[in-house]
């Protein structure tokens, strides 16, 4: 079962954008899936994930202005952004992995899949 990111891109400060993260085949079988974004000079950081009992865990970073949800009848995990800023401007992937650790802020996942395409957002007036 392959995870695809999908639903990037432009929107203004403080505008609104939903990533979807589409699995194709039944998303319950992984443990945990997540969101990870890149900018150009950064290093990949998970941002967002939600366990298969509905469990979510933010990075500081978007805590308050991310959601996280899945609908497991469409096999999809989404990631609702709101209140974007030009700093949130990355490219943006999704990854399943075994367990899913918040500590002092941030974010780690533990046996994590091989990444796919991401998808990318851009946040500028």
């Known amino acids: 079962v392959q995870l695809q990111a999908s639903g990037g891109g432009v929107v203004q400060p403080g505008g609104s954008l939903r990533l979807a993260c589409i699995a194709s085949?039944?998303?319950?079988?992984?443990?945990?899936v997540a969101w990870a974004r890149q900018a150009s000079d950064k290093s990949r950081g998970w941002i967002a994930g939600i366990t298969r009992g509905g469990l979510t865990r933010y990075a500081d970073s978007v805590k308050g202005r991310f959601t996280i949800s899945r609908d497991d009848a469409e096999n999809t995990v989404y990631l609702q952004m709101d209140s974007l800023k030009p700093d949130d401007t990355a490219a943006y992937y999704c990854n399943s992995g075994r367990s899913i650790i918040s500590f002092e802020g941030s974010l780690s996942m533990t046996d994590i899949r091989s990444w796919g395409q991401g998808t990318l957002v851009t946040v500028s007036s």
């Open positions: 085949g039944n998303i319950t079988t992984f443990y945990v």
